[in-house]
T-cell receptor
Framework: KNEVEQSPQNLTAQEGEFITINCSYSVGISALHWLQQHPGGGIVSLFMLSSGKKKHGRLIATINIQEKHSSLHITASHPRDSAVYICAARPTYNTDKLIFGTGTRLQVFP | DTAVSQTPKYLVTQMGNDKSIKCEQNLGHDTMYWYKQDSKKFLKIMFSYNNKELIINETVPNRFSPKSPDKAHLNLHINSLELGDSAVYFC???????????FGNGTRLTVT
């Protein structure tokens, strides 16, 4: 079993819907990253967080260290949000390393 | 003025060949990485260099040899290519280990 699990694997939504993607991990971490990979293949780092909540535009990332769980929320979703969203945990046993989830493929339809 | 640039973007080659992928970053970062993304889109770290020194080498076959001539460059050389090496390879950099990552656009390697 992967140390970092994401759900759902695939997600479709209508434009304007509120989206939630979940990430659970089984190891102690120093930080958790959320990445976005567009259909063209490029990867962009959205957030790096170790506690609480971060917001950037319509994107919100939260983390609960005790529950070993993080969520990525997208408010007022738009077709341009269609991408694969990947969470990655930085384990305390090796903070140079990232352990990646398997990704959530999001499609937002107009 | 691309921050992390990789070349080539696509690489098609035959089994047994030797090939290199180049990566350069102009962000002044100390740490660079190579990641492999397989056909199921799963990303995995291969190597990490900090100030030209290897800090992560994740059970990668020794046919893969990273080379960091300076802090701004981390190249990946692959000997005796195999079908299973087909994947997308991403270079990334960060200010130091553990900080936020900046990715290149990836190199799609196809071994026939």
């Amino acid at each position: 079993k992967n140390e970092v699990e994401q759900s759902p694997q695939n997600l479709t939504a209508q434009e304007g819907e509120f989206i939630t993607i979940n990430c659970s991990y089984s190891v102690g971490i120093s930080a958790l990253h959320w990445l976005q990979q567009h259909p063209g293949g490029g990867i962009v780092s959205l957030f790096m967080l170790s506690s609480g909540k971060k917001k950037h535009g319509r994107l919100i990332a939260t983390i609960n260290i005790q529950e070993k769980h993080s969520s990525l929320h997208i408010t007022a979703s738009h077709p341009r949000d269609s991408a694969v969203y990947i969470c990655a945990a930085r384990p305390t046993y090796n903070t140079d390393k990232l352990i990646f989830g398997t990704g959530t493929r999001l499609q937002v339809f107009p | 003025d691309t921050a992390v640039s990789q070349t080539p973007k696509y690489l098609v080659t035959q089994m047994g060949n030797d090939k290199s992928i180049k990566c350069e970053q102009n962000l002044g970062h100390d740490t660079m990485y190579w990641y492999k993304q397989d056909s199921k889109k799963f990303l995995k770290i291969m190597f990490s260099y900090n100030n030209k020194e290897l800090i992560i080498n994740e059970t990668v076959p020794n046919r893969f040899s990273p080379k960091s001539p300076d802090k701004a460059h981390l190249n990946l050389h692959i000997n005796s290519l195999e079908l299973g090496d087909s994947a997308v390879y991403f270079c990334a950099s960060s200010q130091s280990p553990g900080l936020d990552l900046h990715f290149g656009n990836g190199t799609r390697l196809t071994v026939t």
